[in-house]
């Protein structure tokens, strides 16, 4: 499906819909006449045959206690080994409410209040929120950044993991907001130096299906032949790649039984939900039949991408854009043209766009904002033109 025919056939207007990102405006920016690219979701349908799933499970019409249906588990395992060689097992695998509540799990059953949890900034800003609020201390390694494009830096990790005694690291790949999509080199070093200092790791791989640059995606249950499995859990979901957020279903991957065990109790113990039947519905047949759908997202992406960056950077060349090689989230350095204390009333009172904005992410996000490009291109057309001239009239001030 070429992003023309995905675009007839799937973009919607979610106005008025009790859509977070188009109808709680007035609540989260104060303002309510802003056009939104904040909210890491889509202006597009799910796909045509997750629609049809799920209104043949409605004509059923009860909705009482389910399990999770046995196909489901054939439908995703064959999505990953398919795509990206990663192997999995059934038992490897249970389900819960979303990522970030799960991390919130693992930060608890691995750790004790009080211990050490790394994160690596800027970085989605619940990790940081997930730490503080289960009592444990948060420990912060910047990504090292070059003209825009991030790596780890495994010097300064390895350093603070000794002196603050870190006992978990939350790590995300592919990286929001940066786009990194992590070599199979990068994450060896990194999962190397967390096993010889014994540090768990947590992987949210939730955006590991957008995948818009010419890096593969390699999950962390696949380095060095699944060397490091048991020292790692993996957290993804269907929400990001095919637009379900509101299901609340999420996967949760624990190769390592012992972990398991230790999960499973502090599931039973906390009464969390065993995710969403609808969810697994709808996600069981975008697994097998989404392809198509989602080649066309990335092209869609990819296009808005590329029109971005080339309309800023051709008004002011200096402004910075990241590689996006994974999510359909771009991380602009707006610093060069505006001041870091002005980039708020540039973007958000002037320009009249909702966007996420790069402190958010950690002191290594200043001056930057990331932005949304999983809309139609004419959405993302009106949001450059307003961006281009806001900052004209900053700097001409």
């Not at 697994?280 to 092209?299: C, M, P, Q, T």
Request: aromatic letters at 10%.
């Amino acid at each position: 499906m070429n992003k023309n025919e995905f675009l007839s056939e799937y973009a919607v207007d979610r106005r008025n819909t009790c859509c977070v990102k188009w109808d709680d405006l007035k609540e989260s920016f104060g303002e309510d006449d802003l056009l939104p690219f904040w909210v890491a979701d889509m202006e597009f349908k799910i796909p045509e045959q997750a629609q049809k799933a799920l209104e043949e499970r409605i004509r059923h019409g009860v909705f009482g206690y389910s399990l999770t249906p046995e196909g489901y588990y054939e439908a995703y395992m064959n999505w990953q080994e398919k795509r990206y060689g990663t192997e999995l097992h059934q038992e490897w695998i249970r389900f819960g409410s979303g990522v970030v509540q799960s991390i919130s799990a693992f930060v608890q059953i691995l750790t004790q209040p009080g211990d050490a949890v790394m994160i690596l900034q800027p970085v989605y800003n619940p990790f940081a929120e997930v730490v503080k609020n289960t009592g444990r201390r948060l420990v912060v390694s910047e990504l090292k950044n070059s003209s825009e494009t991030y790596s780890l830096d495994l010097v300064d990790m390895e350093q603070k993991i000794d002196e603050e005694d870190v006992k978990l690291l939350i790590f995300c790949s592919p990286h929001n907001p940066v786009g990194r999509v992590w070599s199979a080199e990068e994450l060896e070093e990194m999962l190397e130096l967390c096993k010889n200092r014994h540090v768990r790791v947590i992987f949210d791989e939730i955006h590991h299906d957008l995948i818009v640059g010419k890096r593969p995606f390699v999950s962390g249950l696949s380095v060095r032949d699944g060397y490091y499995r048991d020292n790692l859990v993996v957290l993804d979901s269907a929400s990001k790649t095919f637009n379900m957020a509101a299901f609340d279903n999420s996967h949760v991957i624990v190769p390592n039984p012992q972990i398991m065990r230790k999960y499973d109790r502090f599931v039973e113990m906390q009464k969390i939900p065993d995710g969403n039947l609808l969810g697994k519905v709808a996600g069981e047949a975008a697994y097998r039949s989404g392809e198509e759908w989602l080649n066309g997202l990335l092209e869609v992406v990819r296009t808005n991408y590329e029109y971005v960056r080339e309309q800023l950077q051709s008004a002011f060349p200096e402004i910075g854009c990241s590689e996006l090689e994974g999510t359909y989230l771009m991380w602009i350095n707006l610093e060069p043209v505006v001041s870091d204390a002005d980039v708020e009333d540039v973007i958000k009172r002037d320009a009249k766009l909702a966007v996420d904005f790069g402190d958010w992410f950690g002191k290594g996000g200043a001056g930057h904002i990331r932005f949304n490009l999983a809309t139609t291109p004419e959405n993302v057309r009106k949001a450059t033109e307003a961006m281009i001239s806001a900052i004209g009239r900053y700097k001409r001030q």
